[in-house]
């Protein structure tokens, strides 16, 4: 069992910036893939940005050249940092792991809301 826990969020104007981290259990972060995936009210829940256990990192289109997603290893710890937010961008942000073999899990959640 996994567990993540996301901190981070909050209230913050357009244009302005926050940084979500998440922190995962266990002794085998290395091996997990993570992402960052949001929901707004009404709509489905989207990837916003993924990295592999190599670093690799994707982005949504929307996000891509705004928000950077890292990882650090001997914390357990995988970060969002997001730049010029839009109002757009206002969503609870949740936390995922893919482990090697496979099995999921998810962080509970934390809300970002972008003030125009």
């Known amino acids: 069992q996994v567990q993540l826990v996301e901190s981070g969020g909050g209230l913050v104007q357009a244009g302005g910036s926050l940084r979500l981290s998440c922190e995962a259990s266990?002794?085998?972060?290395?091996?997990?893939?993570m992402g960052w995936l949001r929901q707004a009210p009404g709509k489905e829940r989207e990837l916003v940005a993924a990295?592999?256990?190599?670093?690799?990192?994707n982005y949504a289109d929307s996000v891509q050249g705004r928000f950077a997603i890292s990882r650090d290893n001997a914390k357990n710890t995988v970060y969002l940092q997001m730049n010029s937010l839009k109002p757009e961008d206002t969503a609870v942000y949740y936390c995922?792991?893919?482990?090697?073999?496979?099995?999921?899990?998810w962080g509970q959640g934390t809300q970002v809301t972008v003030s125009s």
């Open positions: 995922k792991a893919k482990t090697a073999r496979a099995y999921e899990y």
């Open positions: 266990g002794r085998a972060f290395s091996s997990y893939a």
């Open positions: 990295i592999t256990s190599g670093g690799s990192t």
